[in-house]
């Protein structure tokens, strides 16, 4: 990247965070001041209530009501009809085409030698589409020759007459009902019930609603209607006393300035944007300084301010002023969803400068502050990572037996307890907690799914062997999914030893190959014995199908909005090293010569591992791909290969930026050297049974298959 497109990329970003932070500051400034922002004292009038007295006009006006309007418009809009296309003369000549098969179909069954009554019945039921009263079907077969050909024509006839007018989908019922007064009086009674019959089965609407048209009728009605003005006069009574105040009157009444905000607003909006404001510097000075990972994180930083702010709206419209519903709300789903997304000292960050806010809101409330401040740290203590779905359920159970401490406790101190009220306390507690545990998967799940995070939920989701992927690797490439499985035990075993996320790499393990889709055949583990495709390759052309695993997997893990981590598993998991088999062949198909060999087409894109769980990556993947390749079975000779991966890796400079000390490597050493030694194990040499009957077991030569290109590359 140059310095140009580089100062580009921190103007923008700095853009971003000033953007976000003004919005933040002002919803935030907004939801703490909310009554600055609604009429108050000396109004007390308000829509839907009671006039005490008659209001009277203080001055002449007259003004454009937009009340008024509204209303006038809408109800010219309501009146407009819905408008309906003509009739579609297509939709006649389909049924009487149908209705022509229909009847054809009828005297087939009615001329049906071999057929009972009972199986011609069945027959005539079975017409798709049809509904046949009960008696029908048998009056229609005992019908003579002669008044079945009346029958015919008169259904052809009745169809045209009915459908040559217009019938829509709300008229359908009428129609249909005016079918017996159409039938021509030659028929007798029991012909014209056959007629009604079939024909109210072929009868369907050929005119059909034209929204576009509606709606153009509709917004030409809107638009015709004029401004509506009201004129008052000095002294006339604007509301009268005993009615009800409505919309209108509101409007009237701040027309004539008689509503009027209070004079405090200023000074109170101020001082709640001043009260943000610190505790936003505050909290932004202490992100960049422990977490400056997540100030980089633009989308989190939206989805979480958004969280605060929806918490801190929601405490405002809740009526927190109850004793029991303060006690419900559920401010400690925020800190859950904080440290499941975050870490543990970020939410406790934040959910402190929620529950400051909150308290600040309603009235400087202390009881409330310390109520949200408690929950929220008893939230975060409980659940630390959310590995485990029952742990939301222990998180309630705390958050809720929290809540009771910190509620008995106000409770106690105040010189006029009520007893009733303390045990309100235990039910309403109890029920926050698990209102908080089920908001916070709730938001732990939506997190995840919008920014594409790898949460645990995300994990859980992603590790089922039912997933798209998952399937396709154990359909498409079944010697890769077993490699995968392998690799993902080994990983998650190591990363468990030195502390790294072992659910992440476990989970990325199973993704790391799918790469090897776009040519599984191509990969030693997914071929027959005796098979190889790259015999009739060059080893460049061998070299850069491999190589292309890594590219392709990147390529298909965003398409199937795989976690970003995910992608840096698959670009990262060889690093920079050498396809080194087809390297060697490719030198010596050279006569030897290395500088006719360009090194780069045997090179993986990286890359190098840039994480912890990465490397372990690498490394599992790589210990696991030799010693299956080798087909080794001795102890000493796992503990060989493995420890000359690791010095291999550490030697070119693959682990540099890993982070993995060498504590660490030795740990992980350990670690992939006991688990490959019980898979690999040598097993029991049992004796050749004799031949049973005609049964002859037979023993297969074993095939030679060539090493992988993991192991190539050791």
Do not use: C
């Not at 079975?126 to 009056?139: K, N, Q, R, V, Y």
């Not at 809101?361 to 959310?386: C, D, F, H, P, Y």
């Not at 476990?506 to 889709?517: C, E, N, P, Q, T």
């Not at 850069?544 to 598993?569: M, S, W, Y």
């Amino acid at each position: 990247m140059s310095l140009k497109h580089f100062r580009l990329a921190i103007t923008w970003r700095q853009v971003q965070w000033a953007v976000l932070g003004a919005a933040f500051l002002s919803a935030a400034s907004a939801i703490v001041a909310f009554t600055t922002l609604t009429p108050a004292e000396p109004v007390t009038l308000g829509v839907g209530q009671v006039a005490p007295y008659d209001i009277l006009a203080p001055i002449s006006l007259t003004y454009e009501s937009d009340v008024l309007t509204r209303l006038a418009r809408q109800a010219a809009a309501d009146a407009v009809r819905d408008v309906y296309d003509p009739p579609n003369p297509s939709v006649l000549r389909q049924q009487v085409q149908h209705a022509r098969d229909v009847l054809t179909y009828m005297e087939n069954v009615r001329n049906d030698p071999y057929g009972t009554l009972a199986q011609r019945v069945a027959d005539l039921r079975a017409i798709e589409g049809f509904t046949l009263s009960d008696d029908l079907p048998t009056t229609l077969l005992r019908l003579g020759e002669r008044e079945w050909r009346d029958v015919d024509a008169q259904v052809i006839t009745l169809l045209e007459r009915t459908m040559r007018d217009q019938i829509r989908e709300d008229t359908l019922p009428d129609v249909l009902a005016r079918l017996p007064n159409l039938v021509s009086f030659t028929v007798s009674e029991t012909q014209a019930a056959v007629i009604v019959g079939v024909v109210r089965n072929l009868i369907k609407p050929n005119a059909f609603l034209n929204e576009e048209r509606t709606r153009a009728a509709r917004r030409a009605a809107f638009e015709a209607v004029q401004p509506v003005t009201r004129n008052f006069l000095q002294g006339q009574i604007v509301v009268r006393g005993g009615t009800i105040v409505s919309e209108a009157d509101l409007e009237a009444l701040t027309k004539l300035k008689l509503i009027q905000p209070p004079d405090q607003r200023l000074r109170i909006l101020g001082g709640a944007l001043m009260a943000v404001l610190l505790i936003t510097m505050l909290g932004v000075i202490y992100a960049r300084r422990y977490h400056p990972a997540l100030v980089e994180n633009v989308p989190l930083l939206i989805f979480l301010s958004s969280l605060f702010l929806i918490f801190l709206a929601g405490a405002r419209l809740y009526n927190l002023s109850d004793f029991f519903l303060s006690r419900v709300y559920p401010v400690a789903a925020f800190a859950l969803i904080m440290v499941a997304l975050t870490e543990a000292r970020a939410a406790f960050a934040a959910s402190s400068a929620l529950a400051l806010l909150i308290g600040l809101t309603l009235n400087a409330s202390l009881e409330i502050t310390v109520l949200a401040g408690a929950s929220s740290v008893a939230a975060i203590l409980s659940l630390r990572r959310a590995e485990r779905l029952e742990s939301y359920f222990m998180a309630g159970v705390v958050i809720g037996g929290v809540n009771i401490v910190v509620g008995l406790l106000f409770g106690l101190l105040e010189n006029t307890a009520d007893p009733t009220r303390l045990l309100l306390i235990i039910p309403a507690s109890l029920l926050n907690g698990m209102l908080a545990a089920g908001l916070g998967l709730v938001g732990l799940y939506l997190g995840s799914s919008l920014l594409n995070m790898p949460s645990s939920i995300k994990l859980l989701a992603l590790s089922q062997p039912s997933q798209p992927l998952l399937q396709r690797l154990l359909r498409e490439a079944p010697g890769t999914y077993q490699h995968s499985l392998q690799v993902a035990n080994l990983a998650e075993l190591a990363a468990e030893r030195i502390g790294a996320d072992a659910q992440l790499v476990r989970v990325g393990a199973l993704y790391h190959d799918i790469g090897k889709l776009h040519a599984p055949l191509f990969f030693v583990e997914n071929q027959a014995e005796g098979v190889n495709p790259h015999e009739t390759l060059s080893p460049r052309d061998s070299a850069r199908i491999i190589i292309a695993h890594v590219v392709e997997g990147e390529k298909l893990g965003r398409r199937e909005r795989l976690p970003t981590v995910f992608i840096d598993f698959i670009r990262e998991h060889h690093g920079t090293t050498r396809t080194l088999y087809f390297y060697n062949k490719a030198v010596e198909a050279a006569n030897g010569d290395e500088s006719a060999v360009n090194p780069t087409y045997f090179t993986y894109p990286g890359p190098r591992p840039r994480s912890r769980e990465s490397a372990i990556l690498m490394l599992a993947d790589t210990s696991e791909s030799v010693i299956r390749s080798k087909r080794t079975r001795d102890k000493q000779e796992i503990a060989d290969v493995v420890q000359e991966i690791i010095r291999t890796r550490l030697t070119d400079g693959q682990l540099d930026e890993s982070g993995l000390t060498v504590n660490d490597l030795k740990i992980i050493q350990e670690v992939f050297v006991s688990s490959l030694q019980g898979v690999f194990h040598p097993r029991i040499a049992y004796p050749t049974l004799p031949p049973r009957d005609t049964q002859e077991l037979k023993v297969l030569p074993a095939g030679t298959l060539p090493p992988t290109e993991e192991g190539a590359t050791s």
